[in-house]
């Protein structure tokens, strides 16, 4: 049973790695560890925290690119809920982010 269930995540990660390269032209590798937050945008610490997480690994591979790691894709997405001036700041470092990892 349990690799009935490893096949069928493995196959959803192929459709959705498919489906990002197809819409955005972004490579992303289905046996990678798929870390998802998917939830209304909102001035929670909660995505804050795994902004500063995804800096902290970032960080940590830079400074020693040999180290052992777990090929990680982060993606994150949701509804805003308000527009609300902290919230255009998380968006800001989200972009930030993305713009500094993509280079």
Not at 6 to 12: D, G, I, R, Y
Not at 13 to 22: C, F, P, R, S
Not at 59 to 85: D, E, Q, S, W, Y
Not at 88 to 102: E, K
């Amino acid at each position: 049973m349990a690799s009935v269930c490893l096949f069928s995540v493995q196959e959803n990660k192929m459709k959705l790695a498919a489906y990002i390269e197809k819409e955005y032209k972004v490579t992303v590798d289905p046996t990678s560890l798929f870390d998802m937050q998917v939830k209304r945008i909102h001035e929670y610490k909660r995505q804050l925290l795994n902004i500063l997480h995804i800096i902290t690994l970032y960080n940590r591979l830079k400074k020693n690119p040999h180290m052992p790691f777990v090929a990680r894709t982060i993606m994150i997405g949701g509804k805003v809920t308000a527009p609300l001036p902290l919230l255009n700041a998380h968006f800001c470092l989200i972009i930030v982010l993305v713009c500094l990892l993509w280079q």
